[in-house]
């Protein structure tokens, strides 16, 4: 099992917002930030948001991070097929002095 | 083009060691935090260990904790990652990261990932 908790799927159609969502607790998300990772079929991983909220240069604006307490979140709006991926969140752990992951979600577009 | 590029995987029986490069180009190595994470077969991400931008500081993964070693040459602009006593779940594509300039673990430079299996 992940430190962080996503869930496994999502999807949506064209055009549609989604969210997936991350949950931590008080000695990762609760005190660092969050990163999200955009991983496409056969791909390495691609950094999609930084720090909680930022956006890395090319990354388009549909795509946001929120946090709050220790619980994260990312959005994705106006959903493309070129979206359809695994998404990784990621914290610091001061317990475990050491990066978790969530497990991962599955994202598809209809 | 900023680039990461690992070598070194292949396959290994139980109990067997290997050692990983990862050769960093087109950017200042020397002043990045560096990380390896990996990823097995149809699994997720799980990170393994770090290095501070001078070789100074390290930590790794319980689960790899006493086994491998990460170290670097800023000489040579490249990132190393030594494992003994390899075990069948260290089966993973291994990637090399770079952390993002003032962060922890932003890691936004990616390797292409080299895969070992640990297999007899």
């Known amino acids: 099992q992940s430190v962080l908790t996503q869930p496994p799927s999502a999807s949506g159609t064209p055009g549609q917002r989604v969210t997936i969502s991350c949950s931590g607790s008080?000695?990762?998300?609760?005190?660092?930030?969050v990163n999200w990772y955009q991983q496409l079929p056969g791909t390495a991983p691609k950094l999609l948001i930084y720090?909680?909220?930022q956006r890395p240069s090319g990354v388009p604006d549909r795509f946001s991070g929120s946090k709050s307490g220790t619980s994260a979140s990312l959005a994705i709006s106006g959903l493309q097929s070129e979206d359809e991926a695994d998404y990784y969140c990621?914290?610091?752990?001061?317990?475990?002095?050491?990066?978790?992951f969530g497990g991962g979600t599955k994202l598809t577009v209809l | 083009e900023v680039q990461l590029v690992e070598s070194g995987g292949g396959l290994v029986q139980p109990g067997g060691s290997l050692r990983l490069s990862c050769a960093a180009s087109?950017?200042?190595?020397?002043?990045?935090?560096m990380h390896w994470v990996r990823q097995a077969p149809g699994k997720g991400l799980v990170w393994v260990s770090r290095?501070?931008?001078?070789?100074?500081?390290?930590s790794h993964a319980d689960s790899v904790k006493g086994r491998f070693t990460i170290s670097r040459d800023n000489a040579k602009n490249t990132l190393y990652l030594q494992m003994n006593s390899l075990r069948a779940e260290d089966t993973a594509v291994y990637y090399c990261?770079?952390?993002?300039?003032?962060?922890?673990?932003?890691?936004?430079?990616w390797g292409q990932g080299t895969m070992v299996t640990v297999s007899s």
């Open positions: 720090t909680n909220n």
């Open positions: 290095m501070s931008s001078d070789g100074s500081t390290t």
């Open positions: 008080s000695s990762n998300i609760g005190s660092n930030t």
């Open positions: 990621a914290a610091w752990d001061d317990s475990l002095n050491g990066v978790v």
């Open positions: 990261v770079r952390a993002k300039t003032g962060t922890r673990n932003a890691f936004d430079i």
């Open positions: 087109a950017f200042t190595f020397s002043s990045y935090w």
